[in-house]
């Protein structure tokens, strides 16, 4: 009976290890889940403000990208309307290049029937007539 009796004491006191040791088990386990929800909220906060800067952020540097386009926009808006101008300055500098390029001819071929009529024998006009050619070849005339 003693053997029962020793048996039964050391049951009695693994039963209350047990107890003692679910008891200290579940508070830290309740303390886990506490913290388990703590640090959640946290984490969703914590991604909440992350989303709010990274939004502000790339508003800020969107509005700065629109300021920078509308200011290009506008540069080139300004250098089509000086090519626009600009063309038409070429057509009349080409015109009026056409023009002087004609009276020029016309003075040139009278300059040329004056020094004939007036100065020139028929030696110096075919010499005359030698160099405009060579002239004409080289792109001077």
């Given at each position: 009976?003693?053997?029962?009796a020793?048996?039964d004491?050391?049951?009695?006191?693994?039963?209350?290890?047990?107890?003692?040791f679910?008891?200290?088990l579940?508070?830290?386990?309740?303390?886990?889940?506490?913290n388990?929800s703590?640090?959640?909220?946290?984490?969703?906060?914590?991604?909440?403000?992350?989303?709010?800067?990274?939004?502000?952020?790339?508003?800020?540097?969107?509005?700065?990208?629109e300021?920078?386009?509308?200011?290009?926009?506008?540069?080139?808006?300004?250098?089509?309307?000086?090519?626009?101008s600009?063309?038409?300055?070429?057509?009349?500098?080409?015109?009026?290049?056409?023009?002087?390029?004609?009276?020029?001819?016309?003075?040139?071929?009278?300059?040329?029937?004056?020094?004939?009529?007036?100065?020139?024998?028929?030696?110096?006009?075919?010499?005359?007539?030698?160099?405009?050619?060579?002239?004409?070849?080289?792109?001077?005339?």
């Open positions: 009976m003693m053997t029962l020793l048996s004491y050391w049951t009695i006191g693994m039963f209350a290890v047990n107890l003692v679910n008891a200290v579940a508070i830290a386990l309740l303390y886990v889940r506490q388990t703590r640090v959640g909220a946290l984490e969703k906060n914590l991604e909440q403000r992350a989303e709010q800067l990274i939004e502000s952020k790339l508003s800020g540097v969107a509005s700065h990208l300021g920078v386009i509308g200011v290009v926009n506008e540069r080139v808006s300004n250098i089509r309307e000086r090519l626009a600009g063309d038409a300055n070429f057509a009349d500098l080409d015109k009026r290049d056409r023009e002087l390029e004609a009276r020029f001819a016309l003075r040139f071929d009278q300059l040329k029937d004056y020094l004939h009529k007036h100065f020139a024998t028929k030696d110096d006009t075919i010499v005359l007539h030698k160099r405009i050619d060579v002239l004409k070849q080289q792109g001077q005339l």
